[in-house]
């Protein structure tokens, strides 16, 4: 008789966890703790005797002593970064530090995520312009470093797509309930990356805490199945989310190639070490572009020489691939912007005219506007009792807070919740386990009218702050408060679009300011696109409901609108660098919304405007970023000197290139940050400054090479600008022309408060190349 065979999982459960317990992970309580770092190296000096740099780091000549036992790298970085990452002691660290090898080593640390119609609102037209002219993006291929992917969704489908294109090197990563038949001519490549996730939290975290995750390139998130198919989901007819945003859902480049990179795991978020090896490998595969929908709290302002993403990202550009990144969700505060880098393209969020209104009818006849997603059983037709538990129960009563709220005073009513500190979609489940009929979700002061749909687990829907004041003086007030919710599906037409996400990120550059971020805003606001099967629509796990398709907002799904649109110009611009393709992004974007009024702010719509703090260069319209006349092009020599000028030393540059550098002289040298070739120009005046003059080099891409730019300025609060020559002539010998821009003004003002103005260069032939402008003055501490 044959003994019993063990299941080959729960075999495989055991050696994993033998083999990465938090017990061997993290020292003993008598040992010094452990912590992962990711170390530069510079790899020249390998001594010739180690075949690859991944024997030398694990041998005993790269180790730190005599007495030091060698080192078991997580991650060996080859390509954009030269180093390994290692979970080791602090004290082991600091001696890796000395070693004359060792150019900088920082901590890992974990980075949240940044959580149809959208492309069209963008430009893009059937069979016209530039989806047509791109073939829609065939043979491009974009690399999403994410949460993985669903590769069932019809999104990922293959179908009449040509041969994945001959320069591709990339695998598809088996893995549980992952065969490497999961990839196709769509889904290219899959790879997972969990050393650092691993060596942070232990590999059976995510089995003990009850979440459901493959160790694989599957997505149990969502998260990432929603991005890559946001930038290039294949054509897929009759979608919705329950009914929600029906028609046909398309990514921006719909025939573009997809490599999904799992670098991010469910309720973990992401870490530096392995969102490090995605950028390597990825590059390594041959993607031509990278999204990343990844990033820094708010006020993350790391230098570029301690930033894993922006050195990732740099080795990135410097081998000629893309990289665009979410702005960060920490808006409307100023100065929370993200991903600051500029030799990323930094993407905030607007709305589109698309919108899911509901509508709460309150006893005494008046009737609130709101938005929501919910598409289960609507309440009845009679009026419910209306409560709200922060009246009498405290602040975590308020936001409704797990555990916070009393079941029998709450049940079969209409809950009013506050919006902050737990999810929106958790506030619906607090209140369905406690026996509530229905929730409204209010804002207050710090989201102001800014709103988003979800998929509530019960019927609800959000409201703006005004709205939600009027609604708890009402249930305060009367004698026997009573609502109704009522709810009207899909909208579209809506006016004004595009405004300013509320969540979006704002400037100015906490870490820079001489660069303006965001660059420019895109869709990300109410997204329609594929989802993962291991999470319901509201990624609670509570939440039993399956969807093909879901709807979410932030600059998460902003990011590969802006990834799609830069797969589409490099498929009909081949010979654009990155810096080419973000210029032609920024100099066509638009700063009026469908009334032909400001873009506006939904954070605050009383103000006259949004500002370029807000948007960046504008909203992308890539009707017109195909041929957008004259580009700010920059390369890998450009950025150097750019370091240079914001005072990095030569060592410190070297993390970012791995090459050496030098640094020219200070003596007379009067470059700033403001020189870099970048296509907006901001101005910061110190101290008593008055004037300042920066410079720019534009190229001729249209598709006359003789032509003649006519220089036009607008500037207000009593800044003046000029512009040397105000003409520029190219030829078909004459491609580049370099001008000078001074802004000067009279004194600083009182208030200290930037101005903002545009410069554009108009051919007269439909070509307005324009960049904004902001002068800023710091005053000395």
């Known amino acids: 008789m044959a003994a019993p065979r063990c299941p080959l999982p729960f075999l495989l459960l055991l050696a994993l966890l033998a083999l ?37 780091y694990a041998s005993a000549a790269f180790a730190s002593s005599p007495a030091a036992p060698p080192l078991e790298p997580l991650h060996v970085y080859n390509t954009v970064f030269h180093g390994f990452s290692a979970s080791v002691p602090a004290s082991r660290a600091e001696e890796l530090r000395r070693h004359p090898a060792v150019l900088a080593a920082f901590e890992d640390r ?35 470093l994410d949460t993985g992917v669903w590769p069932e969704r019809r999104s990922l489908s293959d179908r009449n797509l040509p041969p994945v294109p ?65 930038a290039a989901g294949s054509v897929a007819y009759a979608a919705s989310m329950e009914g929600y ?61 301690l930033d894993p993403i922006a050195i990732g990202a740099y080795g990135a550009v410097s081998r000629g691939v893309f990289v665009a990144t979410s702005a960060g969700n920490e808006g409307p505060t100023s100065m929370s912007v993200t991903n600051v880098a500029p030799w990323l393209a930094t993407v905030g969020a607007g709305t589109i005219d698309r919108n899911f209104p509901a509508e709460i009818v309150l006893g005494d006849g008046t009737r609130l506007s709101g938005v929501s997603l919910y598409s289960g059983k609507p309440l009845p037709n009679s009026s419910l009792p209306l409560y709200y538990p922060g009246r009498t129960g405290g602040l975590s009563a308020s936001l409704c807070m797990e555990n916070s709220i009393d079941p029998s005073l709450v049940k079969g009513k209409i809950v009013v919740c506050d919006r902050g500190s737990s999810p929106r979609v958790a506030k619906g489940m607090v209140v369905k386990e406690a026996g509530g009929a229905a929730m409204v979700l209010t804002n207050g002061e710090a989201n102001g009218e800014g709103l988003v749909g979800d998929a509530h687990v019960l019927p609800a829907c959000a409201v703006g702050e005004k709205e939600g004041d009027a609604l708890k003086a009402y249930a305060a007030n009367a004698s026997n408060p009573t609502a109704t919710i009522t709810f009207g599906g899909t909208v579209v037409g809506v006016k004004p679009a595009p405004v300013v996400a509320s969540f979006s990120a704002r400037g100015p550059n906490g870490l ?33 409901r399956r969807t093909e398709f879901n709807i979410l907002s932030g600059t998460s799904m902003a990011c590969p609108h802006a990834s799609g649109a830069a797969a589409l110009l490099r498929s009909a611009h081949p010979g654009w660098s990155p810096a080419a393709i973000r210029s032609a992004l920024m100099t066509t974007a638009f700063v009026t919304d469908n009334r032909g009024g400001p873009v506006g702010d939904e954070a605050d719509p009383g103000r006259a405007a949004a500002t370029p703090f807000d948007y960046g260069a504008g909203h992308i319209m890539l009707g017109k970023a195909m041929d957008p006349g004259l580009v700010y092009d920059a390369g890998e020599d450009d950025y150097v000197a750019f370091m240079c000028s914001i005072g990095y030393e030569p060592n410190e540059i070297e993390v970012v290139t791995h090459k050496p550098v030098s640094c020219r002289s200070s003596n007379g040298d009067t470059s700033s940050g403001s020189d870099l070739n970048y296509p907006s120009i901001s101005v910061v005046l110190r101290g008593g400054d008055q004037s300042r003059t920066v410079t720019r080099t534009a190229t001729n891409v249209g598709a006359q090479a003789s032509a003649t730019y006519t220089a036009r300025v607008q500037m207000a609060g009593g800044v003046t600008m000029a512009v040397k020559p105000e003409k520029l002539v190219f030829s078909s010998a004459v491609k580049k022309q370099s001008f000078a821009v001074t802004v000067t003004a009279a004194s600083a003002p009182a208030t200290a408060a930037p101005v903002h103005g545009d410069l554009v260069w108009s051919d007269g032939e439909g070509h307005d190349v324009r960049s904004p402008i902001v002068v800023t003055w710091l005053q000395p501490m």
Not at 245 to 256: D, N
Request: net charge positive; aromatic share 10%.
């Open 20 to 56: 990465f317990s938090p017990a061997r992970l993290r020292a003993d309580a008598g040992e010094e703790p452990r912590k992962t770092y990711i170390f530069r190296v510079n790899h020249r000096a390998k001594p010739s005797v180690f075949p690859t740099h991944a024997h030398w």
């Open 512 to 544: 820079v300011p001489e660069i303006l971020k965001p660059d420019f805003i895109a869709p990300g606001v109410n997204i329609l696109a594929a989802w993962t099967g291991a999470a319901g629509p509201t990624g609670l796990e509570g939440d039993a």
């Open 110 to 144: 974990a980075r949240p995520l940044h959580t149809t119609r959208s492309p069209q609102f963008m430009g893009l037209r059937a069979r016209l312009g530039l989806w047509s002219l791109a073939d829609y993006g065939s043979d491009v291929i974009v690399g999403v």
């Open 245 to 305: 945003a029906p028609g046909v859902a398309k990514g921006v480049a719909p025939k573009a190639r997809v490599a999904a990179y799992k670098v991010c795991w469910k309720g973990a978020g992401c870490m530096d070490s392995d969102i490090l090896a995605g950028f390597d490998r990825a590059v390594a595969d041959g993607v031509d572009l990278i999204s990343v929908s990844i990033g820094g709290g708010s006020g993350v302002t790391a230098p570029f020489y």
């Open 166 to 230: 001959s320069r591709w090197r990339g695998g598809c990563d088996a893995g549980p309930t992952f065969p490497s038949s999961s990839c196709n001519r769509k889904l290219v490549g899959a790879r997972f990356f969990s050393q650092g996730h691993d060596a942070h939290y232990g590999v059976a975290a995510a089995a003990s805490n009850g979440s459901v995750e493959f160790m694989s390139p599957r997505d149990a998130d969502g998260h990432g199945t929603h991005t890559a198919t946001t």
